[in-house]
């Protein structure tokens, strides 16, 4: 069965351009969760979405990061005018939804550098 | 910050002891979760702990959870080699149960 997917793999810019990252979640799973980890660190959570409400946007780090879900399935991550300190794994979750049971199943992650 | 802080931050151990995470967390919770992680790729869910559960095994692993204290941990017995990877717990934020937060991890490394 398919799992979650993300694309690119991996993905080499310049400072200063603009980036896109895509998030395929399993599909039928109403929750889709960003998460930006740097070489050997924790995971830091950057933006939740649930269905049709409101997204979690909390953890976007600054306004040149936002993410958009249409139709409820796929979700892109832009990160406007990179910088350096953008450089990581870019971590996508999705989870069949709110309730007791919410485990997350991961995409392979995007490996962002920025030079 | 972080929700969820493990410790030892690295374990390396023989194969075929114990190994043994703990986590701290701040909040309330709904769930406790431990994931794994090779490779510095996607992480693999191992197990969840409801709040009201006090203890939880699958296979190999243990996982216990003390909600006045706010803390977990998580047993893997006779190691093997294929188990050096981090781990991490995660929790939801209490009254958003889905919004879930990760630990720093634990780095473990199982020596032959």
């Known amino acids: 069965g398919a799992g979650v997917s993300q694309s690119p793999s991996n993905k080499v810019t310049e400072k200063g351009k603009d980036v896109e990252l895509r998030c395929d979640p399993i599909s039928g799973h109403t929750a889709l969760y960003w998460y930006r980890q740097s070489l050997g660190q924790g995971l830091e959570f950057l933006i939740y979405?649930?269905?049709?409400?409101?997204?979690?946007k909390s953890g976007l780090p600054s306004d040149r990061f936002s993410a958009e879900r249409t139709g409820g399935s796929v979700s892109t991550l832009t990160i406007q005018r990179t910088q350096q300190e953008d450089s990581a794994v870019y971590l996508c979750a999705s989870s069949p939804g709110t309730g007791q049971t919410n485990e997350q199943y991961f995409g392979p992650g995007t490996r962002l550098t920025v030079t | 910050s972080q929700q969820g802080e493990e410790d030892p931050q690295a374990l390396s151990i023989q194969e075929g002891e114990n190994a043994t995470m703990n986590c701290s967390y701040k909040t309330s919770i709904n769930n406790l979760q431990w994931y794994r992680q090779n490779s510095g790729r996607g992480l693999v869910h191992l197990i969840l702990i409801r709040s009201n559960e006090r203890e939880k095994h699958s296979g190999r692993l243990r996982v216990t959870l003390d909600t006045s204290k706010k803390s977990s941990s998580l047993l893997i017995t006779a190691s093997r080699a294929a188990d050096t990877a981090s781990y991490f717990c995660?929790?939801?934020?209490?009254?958003?149960?889905?919004?879930?937060?990760f630990g720093s991890g634990t780095r473990l490394s199982i020596r032959p």
């Open positions: 979405f649930q269905g049709n409400s409101a997204p979690d």
């Open positions: 995660a929790t939801d934020a209490g009254g958003s149960a889905s919004k879930i937060i």
